[in-house]
């Protein structure tokens, strides 16, 4: 298979009223991608985006028939978009709102952020991902400009959002008390659930103590293994947890214990 022109889509797409810019993010932008991995294209839009012109577009440099959303048909936070496939390749246009990451971004210079439920995301979509999308994004087409001087402005992670998303880990403890409940009631799911949140919350303060942006849960516990910050062997540890849950109350009751070590180590961490 020959590699998409993705230059050149790009070029199409911003020419489609509404498209603001164009990026590559996900894996690829970072470097960190397998060779089967999707080709994410973010397409920064405003009001009045043109779905009918995109449609067509998908038409055209598919081939065939393509399900584009109109935003919102995905989910609030990841707006809708298309799962193409180009020469083979999947490519996977995702749409999102430019003035929405723009108050986004301003929130997270001062210290806010919101975690909303979107498919795709069982920790929650943390809304300073669209900020660390822009950050870490190769921007492909932008006429005017708007997104690339956007992307030097994200390159600085906030102080604020640092200080913030490390004070959130009040919450991890809070979650290893609820995962006690599933101990005393026999019930590991329930407890394996309060696992995963305490370590998706460690996971992002860890990334927030180096000034990294984290935007994803996939592969989040190997990326804030690899931090400076991080405690010796977090990444093992942490991936003990949710591979062993157990099914006993006792067996419970020493994951629980587990975590409670680990948490106090990325606390020790982020505080240093």
Request: hydrophobic share 45%; proline share 5%; glycine share 12%.
């Amino acid at each position: 298979m020959r590699n998409p022109d993705l230059h050149a889509i790009a070029d199409r797409l911003a020419a489609v009223p509404g498209v603001v810019a164009v990026a590559l993010g996900g894996s690829r932008a970072r470097g960190t991608h397998r060779p089967d991995s999707d080709i994410d294209l973010g397409l920064y839009y405003r009001k009045d985006l043109a779905v009918n012109e995109l449609r067509t577009l998908a038409r055209q440099v598919t081939g065939q028939d393509t399900d584009v959303t109109a935003p919102g048909g995905w989910g609030p936070w990841v707006d809708g978009g298309g799962w193409l496939t180009i020469d083979g390749w999947r490519v996977d246009w995702i749409y999102r709102d430019l003035d929405r990451v723009h108050r986004i971004w301003r929130d997270c210079q001062a210290g806010r952020y919101e975690i909303g439920v979107q498919a795709g995301h069982p920790l929650g979509f943390y809304s300073h991902a669209y900020a660390g999308e822009v950050a870490l994004c190769q921007v492909l087409a932008d006429p005017a400009g708007e997104l690339a001087a956007l992307r030097e402005e994200t390159t600085h992670y906030p102080p604020a959002l640092r200080e913030a998303l490390i004070a959130g880990l009040w919450e991890c403890d809070f979650a290893l008390m609820t995962a006690r409940y599933g101990a005393a009631g026999q019930d590991p799911v329930y407890a394996a659930g309060a696992l995963f949140r305490a370590v998706g919350v460690a996971c992002q303060a860890l990334h927030a103590a180096d000034g990294a942006w984290l935007i994803n849960e996939k592969g989040m516990v190997a990326s804030a293994g690899r931090l400076p910050s991080a405690p010796e062997g977090f990444a093992e540890r942490a991936q003990a947890l949710l591979a062993g849950v157990g099914g006993t109350p006792e067996e419970i009751t020493r994951t629980i214990d587990a975590a409670a070590g680990l948490i106090a180590d990325v606390r020790a961490a982020c505080a240093a």
